[in-house]
């Protein structure tokens, strides 16, 4: 039982760069959503989506996409990424929208 | 907007109770409490929604006052295991849907228990 898989587990990219964290789970969960992590600022919200075809903005969206073609499937799209964007991501789902969340092992990303 | 905790760290030593609180500025729906240890993703200790429902994780309980818009979590005869970063995370109470998903934590507890 693999839950909430994420990878890549560490990316490395230069300003401007694009690129796409993914995110699978195989609980069928209604409910996903992706967090940054900085330190001393807690986890944020980037984006959630309630169900497939179902996305919305969290607290600090700006610079990042998502979709939720599938049910199993949340991608981070980075569009032009920028040093601030340096961060630990996890992504999180959950059975229904207000539930105990399951939280990938992270990804940690570094934009030089 | 991020709830927000006090206090800013705690450190106990093994045996001691500890209280950590967790505030917002808006009506609540739920509260949710995680433990995260470091190099490790948060893990879920228990969710409370409005109601003023008590519940309790092993010897982890937390109380939510909706109208205070105010959560604690008690931490009795604290164990070195219970060492890490506590975050509360709230969703908004939405006055015609009554609900919403958007759960946003705040800023986190470091607690450390020591021998």
């Known amino acids: 039982n693999a839950g909430v898989t994420q990878t890549p587990k560490f990316q490395v990219l230069k300003t401007g760069q694009s690129m796409t964290l993914q995110c699978a789970q195989d609980?069928?969960?209604?409910?996903m959503s992706w967090y940054r992590q900085d330190p001393g600022m807690g986890l944020r919200l980037i984006h959630y989506?309630?169900?497939?075809?179902?996305?919305d903005q969290g607290e600090v969206p700006n610079g990042y996409n998502v979709s939720r073609s599938t049910t199993e499937d949340f991608p981070l799209r980075l569009l032009s990424a920028a040093p601030s964007q340096t961060s630990v991501y996890f992504c999180?789902?959950?059975?229904?929208?207000?539930?105990?969340?399951?939280f990938g092992e992270g990804s940690r990303l570094t934009v030089l | 907007q991020q709830p927000v905790q006090s206090p800013q760290a705690v450190i106990l030593r093994e045996g001691e109770d500890a209280v950590i609180n967790c505030s917002s500025s808006k009506a609540l729906y739920s509260v949710h409490w995680y433990r995260q240890k470091h190099g490790e993703a948060p893990v879920f200790l228990m969710i409370?929604?409005?109601?003023?429902e008590q519940k309790g994780h092993e010897k982890i309980s937390a109380s939510f006052n909706e109208k205070k818009q105010q959560s604690s979590l008690y931490l009795t005869a604290s164990q070195l295991s219970y060492s890490g970063t506590y975050f509360c995370?709230?969703?908004?109470?939405?006055?015609?849907?009554?609900?919403?998903?958007?759960?946003?934590f705040g800023k986190g507890i470091t607690l450390s228990v020591r021998p």
């Open positions: 989506s309630v169900g497939a075809g179902i996305t």
């Open positions: 999180a789902s959950s059975r229904r929208q207000i539930g105990e969340l399951f």
């Open positions: 995370g709230t969703t908004p109470l939405v006055r015609y849907t009554g609900a919403n998903s958007k759960l946003t």
């Open positions: 609980m069928n969960h209604e409910y």
């Open positions: 409370l929604l409005k109601g003023g």
